[in-house]
C-alpha cells in the first residue's frame, strides 16, 4: 500500500553533520503530518521532529537548535539535517508519515555518532 525508504544513515564524528530521507511511495493521495523518531538499545522509541501539512515544524527539546526537519511535498520526502552531532544523537532513526489511511513507518537507518 505505502512504503518508507530511507537513506542518509552512518558514521559520524561528533560535531559532525549528517541528513536523513525517507521517501513515500503507493498509494498517497496526500500526506498530513511526516515524522522522525529514534530509539537506542534498551530505550523506548521518541519523537524527536514532526512537520505539519503546512510547515510548521517542532521539535524535541534535546535536539533544538541542532536538528532541522523538512519536506518536499512533490517527492513525498521528509528530511531530517543534523548538526553538531553528539554521542547520546546515537540511535536507529525511523520515519513516520501520517495519511488518511493510517500511520506508516520507514525501516529504520542507524546513525553512530562516535566520540
Known amino acids: 500500500q505505502v512504503q518508507l525508504v530511507e537513506s542518509g544513515g552512518g558514521l559520524v564524528q561528533a560535531g559532525g553533520s549528517l541528513r536523513l530521507s525517507c521517501a513515500a511511495s503507493?498509494?498517497?493521495?496526500?500526506?498530513?503530518?511526516m515524522a522522525w523518531y529514534r530509539q537506542a538499545p534498551g530505550k523506548q522509541r521518541e519523537l524527536v521532529a514532526v512537520i505539519t501539512s503546512g510547515g510548521p515544524a517542532y521539535y524535541v527539546g534535546s535536539v533544538k537548535g541542532r536538528f532541522s526537519i523538512s519536506r518536499d511535498n512533490a517527492k513525498n520526502t521528509v528530511y531530517l539535517q543534523m548538526n553538531s552531532l553528539k554521542p547520546e544523537d546515537t540511535a536507529v532513526y525511523y520515519c513516520?508519515?501520517?495519511?488518511?489511511?493510517?500511520?506508516?513507518w520507514g525501516q529504520g537507518t542507524q546513525v553512530t555518532v562516535s566520540s
Open positions: 503507493g498509494s498517497i493521495f496526500s500526506i498530513n503530518n
Open positions: 513516520n508519515v501520517q495519511l488518511v489511511e493510517g500511520n506508516y
